[in-house]
């Protein structure tokens, strides 16, 4: 059983950043793909950004290419998603996500078996 706990969430201006952490439990972080995913008021869950089981592999959504970045420490049992230049678009519940598979490019919500119960990131205009 994994466990993944978000923070770093808030509420930020048009245009300025802010990095999101997953902190999770278990001796196995090291084998999973992590995934990052947002959720917009009245709209579906989303993929935003995933990375390989030893951060050699990343993918983002076309949305947020070129403005966020993840990243993990396999020491700390931690992965990391730096927003910057944001967007009042990017407001939503962002949640992170391990595929215990260790697969590349799990893009889909089903791929993954553990969440976490979200942070909220609001970006006024």
């Known amino acids: 059983q994994v466990q993944l706990v978000e923070s770093g969430g808030g509420l930020v201006q048009a245009g300025g950043s802010l990095r999101l952490s997953c902190a999770a439990s278990?001796?196995?972080?090291?084998?999973?793909?992590m995934g990052w995913f947002r959720q917009a008021p009245g709209k579906e869950r989303e993929f935003v950004a995933q990375i390989s089981w030893n951060g050699g592999s990343t993918y983002y959504a076309d949305s947020v290419k070129g403005r966020f970045t993840i990243t993990r420490d396999n020491a700390k049992n931690t992965v990391y998603l730096q927003m910057n230049s944001l967007k009042p678009e990017d407001t939503a519940v962002y949640s992170c996500?391990?595929?215990?598979?260790?697969?590349?490019?799990?893009?889909?919500?089903?791929?993954?078996?553990?969440w976490g119960q979200g942070t909220q990131v609001t970006v006024s205009s």
């Open positions: 278990g001796r196995t972080f090291s084998s999973y793909a």
């Open positions: 996500a391990a595929d215990p598979w260790g697969r590349q490019g799990t893009t889909f919500l089903y791929e993954y078996d553990y």
